[in-house]
């Protein structure tokens, strides 16, 4: 009767240390998912901000100034979620009993001083998983308010914004998008050319270096070179 005792908490115990294991996973996994939000919401606001940085600065309104406060906020807020959730999502390892010491106590002891001797370390190892596993829980619930919030910013920024369009008269309105699409243009091609010319620089200075290296430098019949010039 008390060695089925001991059974029935050994298989209770690593029941319970499996289940923290999964909770740690499926937290783990919903961490994943919210650092891909964040990314989608970091490229999205990239567009914005571009628009804001070439079309509201100076700001001219007071609508202009709100809606360059909200930017600038949704920024802050997406960075700060990016980080509560990379925090949750950073590696932490759970606790379990060592293999090897496992192999030389069931070797040297009985059946039912296994079962309780096991039973307590699974028991001990999931008090301290659950510990572990509360943290991340803690900071992906941040995390997870943060984004609320975030969103709510960029409803309201995008309200305002094309509010701001609206309030304008079509052809101002054309004429904005036209030079926001040249501008960006302009901008794509200026990188290009930069990374041309720096390409070049690069190239045509590695062909120096090699020119003017001591290797070449050298006589054939293995001496230095001498220099002509010298009295």
Not at 18 to 33: D, L, S, V
Not at 59 to 78: D, T
Request: overall charge positive; hydrophobic content about 40%.
């Amino acid at each position: 009767m008390g060695i089925e005792k001991y059974s029935e908490l050994y298989v209770l115990s690593h029941k319970l240390m499996e289940a923290e294991h999964g909770r740690f996973n499926r937290i783990n996994q919903k961490a994943t998912t919210y650092l891909s939000v964040i990314s989608l919401l970091f490229g999205i606001a990239s567009v914005f901000g571009q628009a804001l940085i070439k079309g509201f600065i100076p700001p001219k309104s007071l609508l202009e100034w709100i809606i360059l406060n909200l930017g600038v906020l949704i920024f802050i807020s997406l960075s700060a979620t990016w980080c509560i959730i990379f925090r949750a999502y950073k590696f932490e390892g759970l606790l379990t009993p060592p293999l090897k010491e496992l192999v030389d106590f069931y070797h040297k002891n009985e059946l039912i001083d296994i079962y309780f001797a096991m039973s307590k370390a699974y028991a001990n190892a999931t008090n301290e998983n659950i510990k572990v596993t509360n943290r991340k829980a803690l900071l992906l619930d941040q995390g997870h308010k943060m984004i609320i919030l975030t969103a709510c910013l960029s409803m309201v920024f995008a309200i305002l914004y094309f509010a701001q369009l609206w309030s304008l008269p079509p052809a101002q309105v054309s004429s904005q998008l036209v030079q926001q699409t040249v501008s960006n243009q302009n901008s794509h091609k200026q990188s290009d050319q930069a990374h041309v010319l720096t390409n070049s620089i690069l190239t045509q200075s590695s062909l120096s270096q090699t020119t003017n290296s001591p290797a070449l430098n050298q006589n054939p019949a293995g001496g230095n070179s001498t220099n002509t010039n010298s009295p």
